[in-house]
């Protein structure tokens, strides 16, 4: 059975459905819950294990690897915690 051509979604139309969609809402309400909870109030700001949480200001830097560098330490500590848990 020969249907004709499917219609063509408009530009943007597939990305407005998506980000409208039930699913991707409680993503972001979930989110700003986790954020409200944890006191993030800026980025970049990255939370390990519910327990430490660093941000720019507290790496005194922006940039990535220095970051990322001051993240390394609380996810040592948890990672310790773990395998001594073990």
Not at 21 to 44: E, L, T, Y
Not at 47 to 54: D, H, K, N, Y
Not at 59 to 67: I, L, N, P, S
Request: hydrophobic share 40%.
């Amino acid at each position: 059975m020969f249907e004709g051509p499917r219609p063509r979604n408009r530009p943007g139309q597939t990305f407005l459905a998506t980000f409208n969609a039930f699913g991707v809402a409680m993503q972001a309400r979930r989110a700003s819950q986790v954020m409200k909870d944890h006191g993030i109030d800026g980025v970049p700001t990255m939370a390990v294990q519910r327990s430490c949480e660093v941000s720019g200001d507290l790496a005194q830097t922006a940039t990535d690897e220095r970051f990322l560098q001051a993240v390394d330490e609380p996810v040592g500590r948890v990672h310790a915690r773990q395998a001594s848990a073990r």
